[in-house]
């Protein structure tokens, strides 16, 4: 049977942390890649020169690696685990005997140097640039896309949109307030949006009350990210409200800045529906060059058996149409006492027949029977429209991305 074992607390250990950490470890892949090295330089400036020692950045920023690899969502419970567990330890550099920071110290730096210094916006560039080093990034087919991230703001604690709140008043005491109004007239946050909110929260309100995931709304913001389709490398992200022209205008500035940062230039997008507007698509093709996967719906169809739009021929050379009835419709048609703009505030053009030539037409009952002459609306983006229109319908089954693959 052998004596009982009695658990003694020996006074010297001979032992070797690294020795007890499996070669196959998770974790001992990332730390061959794992390169900090920049990051005290980053800080320097705000730390201070006197008084007591803080926190080694690098530890912290090693034990949310640990945390993001393992799932491990709670601070408090990441500095328990890693107190607890070797490879974790090791894996921070903090040996047997190294203290593990207090949990709260994760959320001073993130509101206080991390914030200040935009730390972890630095830690994320240095990766992706070391990934584009790396071959890892192919650099010509994109996909962007956003989802909802649950904002911390309590229903009960939040106010009807149409009332009014003093948010002057109340941004003295709260800094969330502030930056909502620091931000309210930014367009990438959407403040060309004229949806009124059902609810605001007044302790947060950049927080978007939404009901996008079909079950019970509540209060969210979006990530958006920029994917690298090659190897699905994330290269850029960006918070924004959750509102469509705020993920739309978030994926525009997440284009720009990984042109002017990485200098990557895309040659195709893809992205779903809530991108597809005249606008965005103009943006993509008329001023960035790139080829727009984006599924489009073609709203021309007409379901009264009348002449639909596509039975129109367009001349690009002389901006005009040409009706089956062989007449041409202009987008000066009419010398207007009042001068109108040639483009409305949506971007469209309207392409008009002379009503001389209605009248006398027999083709009038199938063309336009209730109105005088036959209009064509045609949007300043109609050309980046119709690409995208034209690679959505190349679609290549099980690729995933509409006609990505046919277009290399
Ligand atoms: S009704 Fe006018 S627009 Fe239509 S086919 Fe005849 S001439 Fe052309």
């Given amino acids: 049977m052998g004596e009982r074992t009695v658990a003694q607390e020996a006074l010297f250990y001979g032992f070797s942390i690294d020795r007890h950490v499996p070669a196959n470890h998770l974790l001992r892949s ?71 920071p207090d ?37 010509e087919g994109f996909a962007v896309d956003a989802s909802l991230i649950k904002a911390d703001a309590n229903k009960q604690r939040s ?36 949806t009124k909110p059902k609810f605001i929260s007044r302790s ?11 079950g019970h709304a509540f209060f969210a913001y979006t990530t958006n990210y920029l994917i690298d389709l090659d190897n699905a490398v994330i290269v850029d992200v960006e918070a924004s409200r959750a509102i469509r022209q705020a993920e739309v205008g978030a994926a525009r500035t997440m284009i720009e800045r990984a042109q002017d940062i990485f200098g990557l230039y895309l040659d195709r997008l893809a992205a779903d529906t809530a991108y597809g507007s005249a606008e965005m698509l103009g943006w993509l093709v008329q001023e960035r060059g790139i080829e727009p ?28 149409y040409t009706c089956p009835g062989g007449k041409e419709l202009r987008s000066r048609q009419v010398a207007y006492k009042n001068e109108r703009p ?30 005088p002459a036959r209009k064509i609306p045609r949007s300043i983006h109609e050309g980046a429209h119709n690409m995208a229109h034209d690679i959505a319908k190349d679609r290549v089954p099980g690729s995933g991305v509409s006609g990505i693959h046919s277009h290399r």
């Fill in 159 to 194: 106010t009807e949109g149409s009332e009014t709140v003093d948010w002057e008043a109340m941004a003295e005491t709260s800094r969330s307030v502030q930056e909502y109004l620091d931000t309210l007239d930014d367009a990438a946050w959407g403040a060309a949006s004229e």
């Fill in 30 to 100: 990332i730390d061959r890649f794992v390169d900090l090295s920049g990051l005290r330089a980053h800080l320097r400036p705000f730390y201070s020169e006197i008084g007591r020692p803080s926190i080694d950045p690098e530890l912290m920023i090693r034990m949310l690696i640990v945390g993001y690899c393992f799932g491990i969502r709670s601070e408090r419970r990441l500095c328990e685990e890693v107190h607890l567990n070797l490879a974790y330890r090791w894996f921070c550099g903090l040996g047997l005997e190294g203290d593990v």
């Fill in 342 to 371: 040639l483009v409305d505030e949506d971007g469209m053009v309207r392409y008009r027949a002379s009503k001389l030539d209605c009248d006398a037409c027999a083709l009038k009952p199938q063309c336009c029977p209730n109105a």
């Fill in 293 to 320: 996967h984006v599924p489009v719906f073609d709203k021309s169809e007409r379901r009264d058996g009348t002449f639909e739009r596509a039975d129109f021929a367009y001349d690009h050379e002389r901006d005009l």
């Fill in 204 to 214: 947060d309100p950049a927080a978007q009350w939404t009901g996008a995931m079909k």
């Fill in 103 to 139: 949990h709260s110290t994760f959320s001073k730096n993130r509101h206080g140097r991390f914030r200040d210094s935009d730390l972890l916006r630095e830690l994320f560039e240095t990766t992706v640039r070391r990934c584009i080093e790396e071959g890892l990034v192919g650099g």
